[in-house]
């Protein structure tokens, strides 16, 4: 009886293994291969949900479905101009044929490496097959002209391919070299380029140099407008102030002539008031013109010593 027992045990653990060995599941995420002692057997399964095998005979081997990142190293790379650069990049991919990505690269980590190969490869023949000038730039620029910066536009050269295009080209090349490995590469971007240290530090010496030649250009420009504006100022202030003079002359002249146009009248009106006016004006003139300690000399036939003879 226990015999039985544990034979029923034995037997229900084994039903549970094979039942438990028999299926796999895959989500939305992932596609799988089943292999019989290291070889393919049968369709991939990319369907998601429940899928059988044989069990402990079969083995599944998963891969991701969803579009897989590529980041290139940074590589010191010759243009098609003799220029040396740095050159970092990256891709995106995903696994078209699950089937064929395993007979030939077996996993991700040889997938990369095998697209290290290819995309670095491409890359290097796409920036020596062009210059500078047209990896750096994807369009042709139609700047403003102006005089200040005439010397620098003319350096701008018009493109015929462009980075956009240098991009497609390296994509469409590494394709055509992954068709037999169940792989296509969806996207290549060049991330980030520059020069390499030595040149960099000459170009950014030039550059330097020419902002301080521009900066100095504007000083020049800017301290001859300033004279401009303070010859305009003093000639302008020297005119409001002859202006002005001449105007208050004009009507010192004409205040004097109504002066004298009233002391006329008033002479002809009356000569006792003429006298008395006289005699009034004399008077103002001593005080404004001596003092205590003031001493003068007089003719006999002054005015100031005819009134003061008067008066004794």
């Known amino acids: 009886m226990r015999k039985r027992k544990t034979g029923l045990v034995v037997i229900g653990v084994i039903l549970t293994l094979l039942i438990f060995n028999s299926y796999f599941i895959l989500d939305e995420t992932e596609q799988a291969i089943v292999t019989q002692f290291g070889k393919p057997v049968g ?17 599944v081997q998963f891969f991701d479905k969803r579009y ?44 990369q490496s095998r697209l290290d190969d290819i995309l670095d490869g491409e890359t290097r023949n796409a920036i020596a097959s062009h210059d500078l000038l047209e990896i750096v730039r994807s369009t042709n620029r139609d700047p403003e002209i102006t005089e200040d910066f005439m010397e620098e536009l003319e350096i701008l050269q ?62 020049s420009e800017g301290q001859g407008q300033a004279r401009v504006i303070e010859g305009n100022k003093e000639r302008d202030l020297a005119k409001i102030q002859s202006e002005a003079f001449r105007k208050a002359e004009e009507i010192k002249g004409l205040a004097d002539a109504e002066a004298t146009d ?51």
Not at 43 to 59: A, V
Not at 80 to 94: C, G, L, Q
Not at 95 to 103: D, E, G, R, S, W
Not at 176 to 182: A, E, K, N
């Open 43 to 59: 369709e991939p399964r990319t369907s998601p949900g429940i899928n059988f095998k044989t069990p402990f005979l079969h083995k």
């Open 68 to 111: 897989l990142e590529w980041d290139g190293d940074k590589n010191q790379v010759p243009t098609k101009d003799k220029k040396f650069i740095f050159v970092d990049t990256y891709a995106r991919w995903e696994i078209t044929n699950p089937l064929q990505f395993f007979i030939r690269l077996r996993d991700e980590r040889s997938a």
């Open 158 to 219: 018009d493109i015929t391919v462009g980075r956009d295009m240098i991009e497609k080209i390296v994509l469409e090349k590494a394709n055509q070299r992954t068709t037999d490995l169940g792989v296509r590469i969806l996207d290549f971007r060049f991330k980030r380029m520059n020069y390499v240290d030595e040149v960099r530090d000459r170009v950014y010496d030039r550059m330097i140099s020419e902002r301080n030649r521009i900066a100095d250009q504007f000083k």
């Open 262 to 312: 009233i002391y006329a009248s008033a002479y002809n009106k009356n000569r006792t008031s003429i006298d008395l006016y006289k005699f009034l004006r004399t008077m103002e003139s001593f005080e404004k013109s001596m003092d205590e300690n003031t001493s003068i000399v007089l003719s006999t036939d002054s005015e100031f010593f005819k009134y003061l003879r008067k008066l004794n």
